[in-house]
C-alpha cells in the first residue's frame, strides 16, 4: 500500500494530478496484478511455497525501485517536456512499461500466500496490511521523510520480512545496510527531480499537502511548478496585465476586487494601478507556495496595504462570505482535472454572481488559439460560456492571451469594447506595457471578435457542472490527450450518443441467467462496481471537498480497511456457514442499493464531504470483504488465484471505462445508474442458477 500510494502520487506529478490519467494507473496497475495472479495459479513450481514468497519479497524490493526511478526518468527517456500534459498515446505505454515489473509480483502473493494459508486468511491480512500502511503513510512517513525516503523504508520492511520467512534471522543486518543511505537521501531526492525536470536550476522543491511545488531558475527568470505542472514564472509582465486589465477596465469604477489565485507574481500590483481600487480580496489555497512565491520573487504582499489576503479553497470562500465585489478575476490554471473543473462550472457561477455588486463583472480565462479554433476548442469555450450563461445575461468572448470571458448584467455592445478599453486607459493614466491601443488594435479586431463568436456558437451546446465534469475531460484533449485523428473521432462520436445507448449492453447479461459462468461474471462486476464507486467518490472529494493530494493515502486505507472488516465478518458470522449462490446474489443487489446512497450523496450536496466520502468507500470495501470469499468458496479453493485474477481484471476495465467515458460523457449520476442496473441485474441472475 505504501508502494502503491508513492506511485500514484509519483504519477500526479509526472502526469499533472489528472484524474483522467490516475484512472489509467489504477486500471494497469490491476490488470498486471490480475495477470499476475493468472501466470502463478498456472506455474507448476516445486519449490517449497515458503520460499517462494520469500523470492518474491526479494524481487519485489528491486521493481519498486524501478517503477519509482523510471517515472523520474520518464521524460528524459520519452524526450518529455517537463511542465506540459503528456500525451495520453505516451501515459498507456508509459504507465504500462513502468508498472508491469511490480505489479506482476504483486498478483503472484496472493496465489503464492494462498499456498500457505487459506485465501480468506490471506485476503484479510492483505487488506489489514493495505489500511495499516495507508495510515502509515498519510499520517508519518509523507510528513518526515522525502518519496525516496519513503521508498527505502518500503525496502528494509520488505528484505527483514523475506529473511524472517525462511529463518535467516541473523542475516537481518543486510536489511538494515539499506538504511544507510538515509546519510545522502536528500541529496539523492535532488538529484533525481533535476533528471525529471530536464536539468533544469532547481532552487526550491517542497511537497506540501496540496502537491509537490518545485521552483527552478532560468537566467533571471523564476519558474513555478505544481505537481509537475508549469504554474507561473516571475518576471512575467505580460501575462499579469493580460490576467486583470479587461475586467478592471470594462468596469466604470471597480473599488473591491476579488482576485482568485495568481497574485504571486505582479498581478496584485497590476490590479492596484488603477485609481479606484480601495480592497483587494486575494484567495490563495497554498500557504507553502505562496511563501516560496515570497521567497523566490522578493515580493512582500503580506505588508501590502488595502491587500487582504485569505488561504483556503476559493470555492468554500465564495460560498460562504457576505461581501459583495464590484470585480471577481479567476485566474487560475484550466481546468485539466477535477479540482481545477470546479471554478468552471454552473454551481460555481451561479455561487459567484451572488456575491458580485449588480453593476459588477466576473472574468474567466481559457487558453485557447486565437486564430484557429478547432471543433474541440470550440467545444471547450462553448461549454464555458454556456456555464456562465446560465447565471449571467451578457458574455463577452475576447480572443487576447487567453479567451477572456467577461460575464455582467449590463450588456456592453462587441463595437464598443476597443473604444471603452482605449478611453479607460487614458482616463485612469495607466502606464501598461502590453494591453495597450495597439495591442487592442491587433487581438480585438472585428474579424477576431466576430470568428471566436462564430466557433463558440457552432459547438454543441453543453454546460460544465460539478458532476458531469466535461470541460476537463476536453482539456485532456486539448492539450496532449488524443493525439491521433481516428481516436478523437471516435470520442466525438461517443460524446453525441444518446445516454440510452449504453445501458444496451447490459442485455447481454442474460445470457448468462441460468448459467454457473454468471458466478464469474458477479466478481467480474463486483471488483468493476468497487474500483468504479472508489473513483467516482474520488471525483465527488475533490467536487466537494477541494484537494486529493494528501488524502490519496486515507482513502485507499478506508477502502482496505472496509476489505479486512467484511472478510473477518465473513469468517465469524453465521450467515456465512451454509454458501449458497442465494448469499452472493444478495450481496450483488445490496451492492446496487449501495449506488442509490452515492447518488443521493451526489445531488444533495452534503458538507463534510471529506468524512462522509471515506466511510461510504469503506463501505464498498465491506461489500467486496464478503463477496470475494464466499464467491472462493463457490468455486473452491483451488480456483482462488483465478478469482483474484477476474475480480481486478474486472476492476481495470471499471475504472478505465468509467475515467475514459462515463463520467466524461454520461456524468456521474447516470455512471451511477449504469453500475446500480448491473449489479440488480446480475444479482437476480444469480438467483436463476
Given amino acids: 500500500m505504501i508502494s502503491q500510494t508513492l506511485i500514484i502520487r509519483e504519477s500526479f506529478i509526472l502526469f499533472g494530478g489528472n484524474e483522467l490519467v490516475s484512472g489509467i494507473i489504477l486500471c494497469f496497475w490491476l490488470v498486471w496484478v490480475g495477470i499476475g495472479s493468472m501466470i502463478f495459479t498456472k506455474l507448476k513450481l516445486k519449490i517449497e511455497a515458503m520460499k517462494i514468497y520469500s523470492l518474491m519479497l526479494c524481487l519485489l524490493n528491486f521493481f519498486i525501485v524501478f517503477s519509482i ?3 523520474r526518468l520518464a521524460p528524459k527517456i520519452f524526450s518529455l517536456p517537463f511542465g506540459e500534459v503528456i500525451p495520453l498515446d505516451k501515459t498507456f505505454y508509459i504507465a504500462i512499461i513502468d508498472l508491469a515489473p511490480a505489479c506482476l509480483i504483486f498478483g503472484g502473493l496472493f496465489p503464492a500466500a494462498a499456498k500457505i494459508l487459506a485465501p480468506q486468511e490471506v485476503y484479510l491480512l492483505d487488506a489489514i496490511g493495505s489500511f495499516l500502511g495507508g495510515l502509515m503513510i ?9 518519496p525516496l525516503g519513503i521508498l527505502l523504508i518500503v525496502m528494509f520492511l520488505l528484505t527483514s520480512c523475506a529473511l524472517i520467512i525462511v529463518n535467516k534471522a541473523k542475516l537481518l543486518f543486510l536489511s538494515c545496510l539499506i538504511l544507510l543511505v538515509f546519510i545522502k537521501i536528500n541529496n539523492i531526492e535532488l538529484f533525481f527531480r533535476k533528471l525529471q525536470m530536464g536539468n533544469q536550476d532547481i532552487i526550491g522543491l517542497k511537497d506540501s499537502k496540496y502537491g509537490l511545488i518545485a521552483v527552478t531558475k532560468t537566467g533571471a527568470q523564476v519558474n513555478f511548478y505544481i505537481n509537475g505542472l508549469y504554474d507561473f514564472s516571475y518576471p512575467d509582465q505580460y501575462t499579469s496585465e493580460d490576467a486583470v486589465h479587461y475586467a478592471l477596465l470594462l468596469h466604470q469604477a471597480p473599488k473591491k ?124 469555450l462553448s461549454a464555458v460560456y454556456n456555464s456562465l450563461h446560465y447565471s449571467f445575461k451578457h458574455i463577452l468572448s475576447l480572443p487576447a492571451a487567453k479567451t477572456t470571458f467577461i460575464a455582467n448584467e449590463k450588456a ?51 454546460i460544465n457542472t460539478d458532476l458531469k465534469p466535461i470541460c476537463y475531460y476536453f482539456s485532456t484533449i486539448l ?22 445507448f449504453f445501458l444496451l449492453p447490459l442485455i447481454l447479461i442474460f445470457l448468462f441467467f441460468r448459467h454457473h459462468s454468471i458466478i464469474y461474471l458477479a466478481v467480474f462486476s463486483m471488483g468493476a462496481s468497487q474500483i468504479s464507486a472508489e473513483f467516482i467518490m474520488i471525483i465527488l472529494f475533490q467536487v466537494f471537498y477541494g484537494y486529493l493530494y494528501s488524502w490519496i493515502g486515507i482513502i485507499i486505507a478506508f477502502f482496505m480497511l472496509g476489505l479486512a472488516s467484511g472478510t473477518l465478518f465473513y469468517l465469524k458470522s453465521p450467515f456465512f456457514k451454509n454458501v449458497k449462490t442465494s448469499v452472493l446474489a ?104
Fill in 257 to 380: 476586487v476579488l482576485l482568485v489565485g495568481g497574485g504571486i507574481g505582479n498581478c496584485i500590483t497590476q490590479i492596484f494601478k488603477h485609481p479606484s481600487v480601495a480592497e483587494i480580496t486575494y484567495l490563495e489555497l497554498d500557504p507553502l507556495l505562496f511563501e516560496m512565491g515570497e521567497k523566490y520573487i522578493g515580493e512582500n504582499l503580506k505588508k501590502v496595504e488595502r491587500l487582504n489576503i485569505i488561504f483556503g479553497d476559493a470555492r468554500f470562500f465564495i460560498k460562504n462570505t457576505r461581501d459583495k465585489y464590484d470585480v471577481v478575476i479567476i485566474n487560475l490554471p484550466d481546468p485539466t482535472n477535477a479540482q481545477l473543473n470546479r471554478f468552471y462550472t454552473k454551481e460555481f457561477f451561479v455561487e459567484t454572481k451572488r456575491i458580485i455588486n449588480h453593476d459588477g463583472i466576473l472574468s474567466v480565462r481559457i487558453a485557447a488559439p486565437p486564430d484557429i479554433i478547432s471543433p474541440f476548442f470550440g467545444q471547450l
Fill in 138 to 146: 498519510s499520517f508519518v512517513l509523507i510528513q518526515i521523510l522525502p
Fill in 69 to 71: 526511478l523510471f517515472i
Fill in 479 to 500: 492539450w496532449g490527450g488524443l493525439t491521433t485523428e481516428n481516436l478523437k473521432k471516435i470520442f466525438v462520436k461517443l460524446f453525441d450518443l444518446k445516454p440510452i
Fill in 412 to 462: 456592453i455592445a462587441l463595437d464598443d469594447v476597443v473604444d471603452i478599453l482605449k478611453m479607460r486607459i487614458r482616463e485612469r493614466n495607466l502606464d501598461l506595457q502590453y494591453v495597450n491601443e495597439y495591442f487592442f488594435d491587433y487581438n480585438l479586431s472585428d474579424e477576431k471578435l466576430s470568428y471566436l463568436r462564430e466557433r463558440i456558437n457552432a459547438s454543441k451546446v453543453v
Fill in 586 to 689: 444478495n450481496l450483488q443487489i445490496i451492492m446496487g442499493f449501495y449506488f442509490i446512497i452515492i447518488i443521493l450523496l451526489s445531488l444533495a450536496k452534503l458538507p463534510m464531504a471529506n468524512f462522509i466520502i471515506p466511510v461510504l468507500i469503506l463501505g464498498a470495501g465491506f461489500l467486496g470483504g464478503m463477496h470475494f470469499p464466499t464467491s472462493i468458496t463457490i468455486l473452491k479453493r483451488e480456483k482462488a488465484g483465478l478469482v483474484y485474477s477476474v475480480d481486478l481484471i474486472g476492476a481495470s476495465l471499471g475504472v478505465l471505462v468509467t475515467s475514459m467515458i462515463f463520467i466524461p460523457i454520461l456524468g456521474i449520476v447516470f455512471t451511477l445508474f449504469i453500475f446500480l442496473l448491473l449489479n440488480l441485474i446480475i444479482g437476480f441472475g444469480l438467483k436463476t442458477i
